[in-house]
């Protein structure tokens, strides 16, 4: 059976939300529609890489997500590319995080939903520490 999500949203001059099923409020302020695309893009792939994580059995202390995206200029303006730049540190297995990693962008479904207007292209960065 599939899953069916929920929101409201709600407008008001100088107040827009959105509510999930859970209670969860969310204000829309200063950003813009593709600010909370690509921070939408980078939770899912996030929680995507951090269940196959488990299950794969990869230990690592901090990953963080850069994501950038450019816009097509004719309309509609859906992404033209992004890119998302991850750091890691702490990594017991450099080989199994990137292959972790490779699985969940062919998991996440708002990776490959936007795979479907947009080139994508990732990389990851071991040589950082926090």
Not at 3 to 18: C, N, P, W
Not at 77 to 84: A, S
Not at 92 to 118: H, M, P, W
Request: proline share 2%.
């Amino acid at each position: 059976m599939s899953e069916s999500k929920h929101i409201r949203a709600d407008f008001v001059h100088g107040h827009y939300q959105f509510n999930t099923s859970d209670g969860s409020v969310y204000e829309l302020g200063s950003t813009g529609p593709y600010d909370y695309l690509l921070g939408a893009l980078s939770g899912c792939l996030f929680s995507t890489f951090e269940a196959l994580s488990v299950k794969m059995q990869v230990a690592w202390e901090h990953v963080g997500f850069e994501v950038l995206g450019t816009k097509r200029e004719t309309s509609p303006t859906t992404l033209k590319e992004c890119t998302i730049n991850v750091t890691a540190t702490g990594c017991d297995n450099q080989e199994k995080f990137l292959k972790a990693f490779e699985t969940a962008t062919r998991y996440c479904s708002i990776y490959q939903t936007l795979s479907k207007v947009a080139e994508m292209h990732w990389t990851v960065d071991f040589s950082q520490e926090r």
